[in-house]
C-alpha cells in the first residue's frame, strides 16, 4: 500500500468538492460532515479503509488558508499554523464556532479571541494577518509554498509516522519510492501527460472508475457461461480475487497495432 498515494486521493477529495468521487464518497460516507471529519462507518469498503489510512498523513500536512472564515471550525479545524496539526483543542460546543465570528469589520476581535482561548495561542492568532478583500477559505497544503500537495513530501511524513507506529495494525504499510517521474511544478502538480494531452488527475481517476465498472459488468457476464474441456466437461471461468487486506492488486494489459507501430497500456488499481 503506497501511502504517500493514498494520501494524494484524501487531497482530491477534501480539495475536489464538485468532481464526481467526492460527490460518491459523500453521499456514502459523510453526508453531514466534512471530509476532513468523517468517520469509518458501517461496513466501509476497502478502498474507503484505505482513503481513510492516507487521511493519517493528510491531516498532518493540510490546514485551512482563511478568507473569510465561515468555512472554518474554531475547535475542529485545522488553521493556525504554529499549533501542532494546525488545530486547538477542548473547545467542545463554545461558542464561537467560525472563525468569522472572530473578526470585526476586517480585524481581529482583540477581546473576544483573548477571552475564548488561551493567552499564546491568542498571541498567535493575532499574529496572522487578515486579507483585505474577502474571500473564500481554502484548504492548502502546509509544506509546500504553492500550497498543493506533492507526493514525495507525502513520503516523507508518511515514512516518518510509520517510524512512530502511527498506523497501528490495521495494514502491512509498504512505501513504495524511487519510481521515476517527469518533474512538474507546482502549478501543474495535478496535471498527468494522458492521451498525448494533459489532463487533470480528477478525470483520469472518474474514467479509472467508469472502466473498472465495465470490467465488473464483463466479469459477471463471463460468469454465466463456462470454458470447455478437453474431455467434454465444463469448468468454470476463472473469477478475480480481493488482494489480502492491507495489499492492493495491480491488473495491466497491453496491446500492440502493428499498422501503424503503436501501442497502449493501462493499470488498475484495486
Known amino acids: 500500500m503506497n501511502l504517500a498515494l493514498l494520501t494524494r486521493q484524501g487531497w482530491r477529495i477534501a480539495y475536489g468538492e464538485a468532481s464526481l468521487l467526492y460527490k460518491v464518497l459523500k453521499g456514502r460516507y459523510f453526508i453531514r460532515t466534512p471530509f476532513l471529519h468523517a468517520k469509518l462507518g458501517l461496513n466501509p469498503s476497502f478502498g474507503w479503509r484505505s482513503i481513510l489510512e492516507g487521511r493519517k498523513v493528510l491531516l498532518k500536512g493540510i490546514r485551512w488558508r ?3 472564515g465561515r468555512s472554518i471550525d474554531v475547535w475542529k479545524d485545522p488553521w493556525v499554523p504554529r499549533l501542532g496539526n494546525f488545530r486547538m483543542f477542548g473547545g467542545g460546543s463554545r461558542e464561537p464556532r467560525l472563525v468569522s465570528q472572530l473578526i470585526v469589520g476586517g480585524q481581529w476581535d482583540t477581546q473576544n479571541v483573548v ?28 509544506h509546500t509554498k504553492c500550497g498543493n500537495y506533492l507526493t514525495a513530501f507525502g513520503y516523507k511524513c508518511a515514512k516518518e509516522m510509520k517510524g512512530n507506529g502511527d498506523f497501528g495494525g490495521w495494514a502491512r504499510v509498504e512505501l513504495i519510492h524511487g519510481m521515476h517521474v517527469p518533474s512538474r511544478n507546482c502549478g501543474r502538480a495535478d496535471d498527468i501527460l494522458f492521451n498525448g494531452e494533459r489532463r487533470e488527475w480528477n478525470i483520469i481517476w472518474e474514467l479509472g472508475i467508469r472502466l473498472a465498472g465495465e470490467y465488473k459488468e464483463a466479469q459477471q457476464s463471463n460468469s454465466a457461461r463456462s470454458t470447455p474441456r478437453g474431455d467434454g466437461g465444463s469448468r468454470a471461468a476463472p473469477h478475480w480475487q480481493h488482494p489480502t487486506m492491507g495489499f492492493i492488486k495491480i491488473n495491466v494489459n497491453a496491446s500492440y497495432k502493428k499498422e501503424n507501430n503503436s501501442g497502449a497500456s493501462g493499470a488498475v488499481e484495486r
Not at 499574529?127 to 483585505?132: G, H, K, N, V
Open 66 to 68: 482563511f478568507g473569510d
Open 115 to 142: 477571552e475564548v482561548v488561551a493567552e499564546e495561542v491568542a498571541h498567535d492568532i493575532l499574529a496572522m494577518p487578515l486579507i483585505r478583500v474577502p474571500a473564500r477559505d481554502k484548504l492548502i497544503w502546509h
